[in-house]
């Protein structure tokens, strides 16, 4: 197995290198990928950078340079529905891009020529992922994340989601759209800008793949305030002790 870990921001990877036993550094595509050892498995860190294209283009690089056998996103996401709050952790069931619409050649929302709108992550992996962010919040939360920044953020009893992800190359901030996309998509969870498109690579080239987000924000007028402080000082802590879980868990089992 070589994990390929993917985040669209560096603060989405702090401490992963760093974590990494005998790590070296190759350039490729204006992109510094990171190979080594994480946890006893065989990794390769990557930021993609934000959007559907720089993340399908670091998907595509991760298996055909690099040769990395599962794919792993992880990252921040604004909240798809009421429910869904600030500090919660989704994992991603099946990935939309919400942007797409090739009307009146193919339906709304599908992938031209894939027959598809919604893509499934590995069911394997997105369980491996759930037991790892379930061990995270109840073993590692309440010292990996500082007390102040709990406070500030309201971070209370976070909760984990497993669903609908919908992707585009859009920041979405707005109420009305978010209420849009939730009539659009029922049961939508999370929204970001590079899951589906990472989604659609893996599916064309057979790699097992999970998305793993950390709600940021409710996807409304206030979705930029404070965005990278909570990247920083909580989704950084997230994605750290979430990734940790997870290869502590293959170690533990197994991933086919």
């Not at 998509?185 to 097992?208: N, S």
Request: charged fraction near 20%; aromatic fraction near 8%.
């Amino acid at each position: 197995m070589r994990l390929g870990i993917i985040s669209a921001l560096h603060e989405e990877q702090q401490g992963l290198v760093e974590a990494m036993e005998r790590p070296y550094k190759l350039m490729h595509g204006m992109r510094e990928y990171f190979l080594g050892q994480l946890w006893e498995i065989d990794a390769v860190c990557v930021l993609s950078r934000i959007g559907k294209v720089a993340a399908a283009m670091t998907a595509t690089t991760l298996v055909e340079k690099f040769g990395v056998t599962h794919i792993l996103f992880t990252g921040v996401a604004g909240a798809g529905a009421p429910s869904i709050r600030v500090g919660d952790i989704v994992v991603a069931e099946s990935l939309v891009q919400h942007d797409m619409d090739a009307r009146p050649l193919f339906p709304r929302f599908e992938v031209p020529l894939t027959g598809l709108t919604h893509f499934s992550s590995d069911r394997h992996m997105g369980l491996q992922l759930a037991d790892a962010a379930q061990r995270f919040l109840a073993q590692d939360f309440a010292a990996a994340i500082d007390p102040q920044e709990r406070a500030v953020f309201a971070l209370s009893g976070p909760r984990l989601h497993r669903g609908l992800v919908a992707s585009a190359d859009e920041f979405v901030s707005g109420r009305e759209r978010i209420q849009a996309l939730g009539e659009a998509f029922p049961g939508l969870l999370a929204v970001e800008m590079e899951g589906a498109a990472v989604a659609q690579v893996c599916f064309e080239l057979g790699i097992p793949f999970g998305v793993i987000r950390t709600i940021s924000d409710n996807a409304n007028e206030n979705a930029a305030t404070d965005f990278m402080r909570f990247v920083k000082s909580v989704a950084s802590r997230y994605a750290f002790h979430i990734v940790r879980q997870f290869c502590l868990g293959i170690n533990a089992s197994s991933l086919p």
